[in-house]
């Protein structure tokens, strides 16, 4: 048997809550319950939270048979009367975290597992959320400055390059009992210092942009590429193809795509199929 909770939140609260659920592809129930049985596996003290009064959401979910069992043990010790009251607690204090941090959290089993793999240098077999399976030499787990999401930095052994995989994608991690030697102490360090998803260290873009693709590129600072060199208004970015690509796209007609060819075909091709869409 399961036990009904009805919690009444701040309506800011919720949303992060409903925003969570759909990001990490996490069913309400398993999020909800899976945020009580860290807290109270962690020993539960009382929380100073504050909470906004003035507009309110009401959150149901089910505590499951494995909460279920110690849960009325759990509310006697720590002397908790009003149950509406803890959850709001616990919910309002994990909504307060950021988002990487909240990932974090969530996905704590499998990022202790690439942790400890990292620290013992043991290659690791990961599965991810669409069925694909890789091995991997594991060397980071980092976030960018920007962006509010984690990531996977490793050497995926049959493609024999630098990747990085978004956490949120692996299904689950396997710990190999091979181990592995660091393949580029520098560039690692690199990648710590200033990490980007994109891997763009020494790779180039050349682009022009017009007046105000200029003023777009001052404003938008998420994955914006860095300057290598600028001449008038041609600039050269260190930039890997698929940064260009995911920053660039907001530009349309205010970035020409210069060199490499190849980048500036792809952009060449999207604007065409673009182009064909609003002749229909």
Known sequence: ?????????????AEILESDIEEFFIKKNTLLNYLYEEYAKEGYTRLEVEVDKSETS????????????????????????????????????????????RELFLFKEKVERINDSIAERKLIKVNFRDGKSI?????????????????????????????????????????????????????????????????SFGK????????????????LQTNRPKVIQKNLNEYILECSEE?????????????????????REWFKNKYKKALEQYKK
Do not use: H
């Open 1 to 13: 048997m399961e036990k009904k909770i009805r919690v009444t939140l701040p309506k800011r609260i």
């Open 58 to 101: 009401v959150i149901q979910f089910n505590l499951n048979k494995k909460n279920l069992r110690g849960y009325y043990n759990f509310l006697e010790e720590n002397k908790i009367q009003n149950e509406s009251e803890f959850f709001r607690e616990i919910l309002s204090d994990y909504s307060e975290n950021c988002k990487k941090k």
């Open 135 to 199: 091995e991997v030499e594991p060397y980071l787990i980092e976030s960018s400055k920007l962006e509010v999401a984690n990531y996977l930095f490793c050497y995926n052994l049959k493609e024999k390059l630098w990747k990085n995989y978004r956490i949120k994608y692996i299904d689950s991690v396997y710990t190999k009992n091979s181990n592995f030697k660091i393949r580029d102490i520098d560039f690692i360090q690199r990648m710590k210092e200033d990490f980007d998803p994109f891997i």
């Open 204 to 219: 180039k873009v050349k682009i022009r942009l017009t007046n105000s693709g200029e003023n777009l590129f001052k404003e």
């Open 243 to 263: 940064k260009a690509k995911r920053y660039f796209s907001f530009f349309l007609d205010e970035v020409e795509i210069l060199e490499p060819i190849e980048l």
